[in-house]
């Protein structure tokens, strides 16, 4: 019968042995000291001056003192002296300073997972050829290790893709990356088709959004252009389309769903932030007190520069004020949709100027109150010494009116030039004025037939 059991060691006890339990007891300290093999340190050559009970070492090639003579050993104290057992080839065993090593029948080699040769990793989860590292978890955390954190994917070739998906049911739904090239791109998809409505090109400094497969917005010079147009659910239906998030087509609005409606334009205290309103005629402070009104309020700070642009519904009639560190200003009206043919009686809604015309001649009335009146108009024979002729202005004025006539010498005649002196202004009136041409001195007078053009400009307040 052997003496020992062939793996461990371990003594038997044997057939009418006496002190059965000295025998037993050395297995025990044999099975204590082996299994869950912990040393206090490998390759030992020197015994500690104050061994402790249960101390154990992997002895090197060299040991002295108490462990002379058991190269290579494990050495374990076991209160009354050293036990010595030769390590067996795969035995196993740690150190809490220099991890886990195993032994090879020479030496104790570092038996430690290299992350560089570790086939799979499964952390709560299978890990599997494809997916070599797996993990199920809530959450994971990835934290730096200095003053930052790097999450790297690399792939072979520019034809190879570097991307992360998103799947939900195991069915992929988003994805974002290096997708069979070197720009960016993010793609999404409804189950079975897959679409990229956002891709980067590094090389062209372009961004393309393609829900076609075939638009680009690209940037040039500091500009943006758009060389397709853009379609699909991801842009807008029409120029017009407010729905929230949609991209913009060239010459849309953009400004999306209208302006909450202002009740106070009057405020001071900065509670209207910066942006488009709706406004009522009816609104405390209006420009004017009916009517809609489209408000584009800008507000520099809290308590300084507010400035307020009003259109009106209608007439498209534009007015604008502006408050500094106090109250707000009067509204200025700045146009109206009939600029140059408004009525300027109007109390409300006066143009910057009105322009009209008649048999009688043309006019201009400023908003000022200035009113210019001027005509072509045709003296003809009365009396022999004189020509003449009656003007009834195109507009009336407020009060007789500043008049001036000029004979234009380059329509006369040699014999007319001769013949006429100066012409005069008579009778001038807030409706009308009378001219005489007069004979030259000493020229045969006029006869019946004779006519000249005259131009007669007339100025003055209109009523």
């Known amino acids: 019968m052997s003496q020992s059991s062939p793996n461990l060691g371990l003594p038997y006890i044997q057939p009418a042995q006496a002190q059965k339990h000295v025998t037993h007891n050395e297995a025990i300290e044999r099975l204590d000291m082996l299994s869950q093999l912990v040393v206090s340190g490998f390759d030992a050559e020197t015994p500690p001056a104050l061994p402790v009970a249960g101390d154990t070492y992997a002895l090197g090639a060299n040991p002295n003192g108490d462990w002379t003579g058991y190269p290579d050993a494990l050495a374990m ?15 196993l065993a740690s150190d809490p300073a ?31 050829d494809t997916n070599r590292l797996s993990l199920s978890a809530e959450a994971s955390l990835f934290n730096n290790a200095g003053g930052g954190h790097q999450i790297k994917i690399n792939k072979a070739g520019a034809g190879d893709t570097a991307s992360v998906l998103f799947q939900s049911g195991w069915t992929g739904h988003a994805e974002m990356g290096l997708a069979g090239d070197t ?27 393609a829900p076609n497969g075939t638009t680009r917005i690209y940037a040039s010079d500091d500009s943006i252009y758009i060389d397709a147009p853009i379609t ?69 700070t809290e308590t300084y520069g507010e400035t307020q642009l009003a259109m009106a519904e209608g007439d498209g009639s534009l007015f604008i004020r502006s408050r500094g560190n106090g109250a707000w200003q009067g509204w200025q009206q700045v146009a109206t949709s009939n600029h140059f043919t408004g009525d300027l009686s109007d109390p409300d ?51 007789p009116a500043r008049v ?55 100025f003055g307040r209109w009523a």
Not at 77 to 91: C, K, N, R, V
Not at 189 to 194: H, L, V
Not at 407 to 418: G, T, V
Request: glycine share 12%; with cysteine.
């Open 77 to 91: 104290y076991t209160g009354t002296g050293w036990m010595f057992i030769a390590p067996q080839t795969g035995w």
């Open 98 to 128: 220099s991890g886990l090593r195993i032994w090879d029948g020479a030496a104790w080699i570092d038996a430690t997972p290299d992350p560089e040769t570790l086939g799979k990793l499964g952390i709560n989860a299978n890990a599997d």
């Open 183 to 209: 720009s960016f791109s993010i793609k999404v998809s409804d189950g079975s088709n897959w679409y990229s409505p956002l891709r980067i090109d590094p090389a062209q400094q372009t961004i393309a959004l």
């Open 349 to 399: 809604r006066k143009p910057v100027f009105e322009r009209g015309s008649n048999a009688n001649g043309d006019y201009t009335r400023l908003a000022d109150g200035t009113q210019f009146c001027w005509h072509q108009l045709p003296l003809g024979f009365e009396l022999e010494p004189q020509l003449s002729g009656g003007w009834t202005f195109p507009a009336s004025f407020a009060q």
């Open 232 to 300: 699909g659910s991801a842009v807008q239906a029409n120029a017009t389309d407010n729905s929230d998030g949609k991209l913009l087509k060239t010459g849309a609005f953009g400004l999306g769903a209208p302006g909450a409606i202002l009740t106070d334009l009057s405020v001071t205290d900065g509670s209207i932030a910066s942006g488009f309103y709706q406004a009522a005629g009816t609104a405390t402070d209006a420009p004017l007190s009916s009517g809609q009104f489209h408000i584009l309020h800008s507000r520099r």
């Open 404 to 458: 001036f006539c000029c004979l234009d010498y380059a329509s006369l005649s040699p014999a007319q030039a001769e013949t006429v002196s100066t012409v005069a202004t008579d009778a001038a009136t807030a409706t009308g004025a009378q001219f005489r041409l007069i004979r030259a001195a000493g020229q045969t007078g006029f006869v019946a037939g004779d006519a000249v053009t005259v131009s007669v400009l007339a």
